[in-house]
């Protein structure tokens, strides 16, 4: 049996890729687990949620926080609206008559600026405290949110928190593959911070220290010129300056925030190609690293398809290529699924699998060539 270039580099690339998956299930389990104290001194935390047309989810998200098990003492919500044009302020405004014991402040944008970076910067202006924590307006965190945030925070006092987010809802097949495969980012986003190298974060449940934030606020950490990827540079941000060790992943079931997926396909395609979008400003190599294995590997198990197909004496490689990257993929899904309660959903892991290298290639190159939309609003690439 003879072994061409093209397969030696096939296997080759399958090998990378499955020792990266082993990593970050090692990095997983690395991750700390702390049960929560009833004598943790609380910190003072400003919640900062930026909104655009987010009328309904911003009133079930208010709510949500007024039932955490924390102090109400003890954080301020900061809501900045990005000219919103429905009647999100309006909601906010009726809201805070009705609970005037919350501390909300409410903001908005001024004429000739916008998007959620802008936002952010002046929910941070208003913040105060220990802590400060990022969230989106579509997330709904448990009763125990702030309480476990603040335990990790006190542990090990670091710059950053990353939360862990898993989406719910809808019972379609579309709803659950993209449940799924967020659960895959979760899996990567928490090994790479358990093995120290964090790469990835999420703006729905982000906790910076606030000092820090302070110290270093001259380099802009959101990168203005950018539409997207607020979480993600500022992650990068506090990489340059402090390290990786400084930032940690929240392993706690009750610090998962629920959010829901794109409503249809078209959603989700723009929504990911917002992510793709701007991968080009990208520095940091282990991110860098990590993609193009991903990418290389989707390339392999479309063209070993290709090879299979032509001639059939290459089927053995097509099944050695699918067959193992099927079974890492199962090995990486299987205790994200169990610590977000999520178990239902491995049932539909093998059809991920099978569809996940050609969505990769899609989003990859849709997300680099074309432009996306995004809360009514057109950004170029």
Same mark, same amino acid.
């Given at each position: 049996?003879?072994?061409?270039?093209?397969?030696?580099?096939?296997?080759? @690339?399958?090998?990378?890729?499955?020792?990266?998956?082993?990593?970050?299930?090692?990095? %997983?389990?690395?991750?700390?687990?702390?049960?929560?104290? *009833?004598?943790?001194?609380?910190?003072?935390?400003?919640?900062?949620?930026?909104?655009?047309?987010? !009328?309904?989810?911003?009133?079930?998200?208010?709510?949500?926080?007024?039932?955490?098990?924390?102090?109400?003492?003890?954080?301020?919500?900061?809501?900045?609206?990005?000219?919103?044009? &429905?009647?999100?302020?309006?909601?906010?405004?009726?809201?805070?008559?009705?609970?005037?014991?919350?501390?909300? @402040?409410?903001?908005?944008?001024?004429?000739?600026?916008?998007?959620?970076?802008?936002?952010?910067?002046?929910?941070?202006?208003?913040?105060?405290?220990? !802590?400060?924590?990022?969230?989106?307006?579509?997330?709904?965190?448990?009763?125990?949110?702030?309480?476990?945030?603040?335990?990790?925070?006190?542990?090990?006092?670091?710059?950053?928190?990353?939360?862990?987010?898993?989406?719910?809802?809808?019972?379609?097949?579309?709803?659950?593959?993209?449940?799924?495969?967020?659960?895959?980012?979760?899996?990567?986003?928490?090994?790479?911070?358990?093995?120290?190298?964090?790469?990835?974060?999420?703006?729905?449940?982000?906790?910076?220290?606030?000092?820090?934030?302070?110290?270093?606020?001259?380099?802009?950490?959101?990168?203005? &010129?950018?539409?997207?990827?607020?979480?993600?540079?500022?992650?990068?941000?506090?990489?340059?300056?402090?390290?990786?060790?400084?930032?940690?992943?929240?392993?706690?079931?009750?610090?998962?925030? *629920?959010?829901?997926? !794109?409503?249809?396909?078209?959603?989700?395609?723009?929504?990911?190609?917002? %992510?793709?979008?701007?991968?080009?400003?990208?520095?940091?190599?282990?991110?860098?690293?990590?993609?193009?294995?991903?990418?290389?590997?989707?390339?392999?198990?479309?063209?070993?398809?290709?090879?299979?197909?032509?001639?059939?004496?290459?089927?053995?490689?097509?099944?050695?290529?699918?067959?193992?990257?099927? @079974?890492?993929?199962?090995?990486?899904?299987?205790?994200?699924?169990?610590?977000?309660?999520?178990?239902?959903?491995?049932?539909?892991?093998?059809?991920?699998?099978?569809?996940?290298?050609?969505?990769?290639?899609?989003?990859?190159?849709?997300?680099?060539?074309?432009?996306?939309?995004?809360?009514?609003?057109?950004?170029?690439?």
């Amino acid at each position: 049996m003879t072994v061409t270039f093209f397969q030696a580099a096939g296997l080759f @690339i399958l090998l990378i890729y499955s020792l990266l998956i082993l990593a970050f299930f090692k990095g %997983w389990r690395k991750l700390p687990v702390y049960e929560l104290r *009833k004598h943790t001194l609380p910190a003072y935390m400003s919640i900062v949620v930026p909104v655009r047309n987010e !009328a309904i989810n911003i009133i079930k998200l208010l709510y949500a926080l007024k039932r955490q098990n924390y102090d109400q003492r003890c954080f301020r919500v900061i809501i900045v609206d990005d000219h919103s044009t &429905d009647s999100t302020r309006e909601h906010i405004k009726i809201f805070r008559g009705k609970h005037p014991q919350m501390n909300i @402040i409410l903001k908005w944008l001024p004429d000739g600026k916008t998007s959620k970076k802008q936002a952010l910067k002046a929910g941070v202006a208003q913040a105060k405290g220990d !802590a400060l924590i990022f969230m989106d307006a579509d997330g709904l965190p448990g009763p125990d949110y702030l309480r476990i945030m603040n335990e990790y925070y006190r542990k090990d006092r670091p710059a950053m928190l990353l939360g862990p987010i898993a989406v719910h809802g809808g019972s379609n097949l579309f709803d659950r593959l993209q449940a799924l495969e967020f659960l895959s980012l979760i899996f990567s986003t928490a090994g790479a911070a358990g093995m120290q190298k964090p790469i990835m974060a999420n703006g729905a449940s982000l906790l910076m220290d606030m000092q820090v934030l302070q110290e270093y606020h001259n380099d802009d950490p959101f990168k203005d &010129d950018l539409a997207s990827g607020d979480d993600m540079f500022l992650l990068h941000h506090v990489k340059k300056y402090l390290g990786s060790k400084r930032i940690s992943f929240v392993r706690h079931p009750g610090a998962i925030i *629920k959010t829901c997926g !794109a409503i249809t396909p078209a959603a989700f395609r723009e929504q990911r190609k917002r %992510w793709v979008s701007k991968s080009t400003a990208y520095r940091d190599p282990f991110l860098i690293f990590v993609a193009i294995t991903v990418w290389l590997m989707a390339v392999v198990q479309a063209t070993s398809l290709g090879a299979g197909a032509i001639n059939p004496n290459l089927l053995y490689y097509t099944a050695i290529i699918w067959g193992v990257k099927i @079974i890492v993929d199962i090995v990486a899904l299987l205790p994200v699924t169990r610590f977000t309660g999520q178990k239902n959903l491995r049932k539909y892991i093998l059809l991920l699998t099978l569809m996940h290298p050609f969505y990769i290639l899609f989003t990859s190159f849709s997300g680099w060539l074309f432009p996306y939309r995004w809360k009514g609003r057109k950004h170029k690439r």
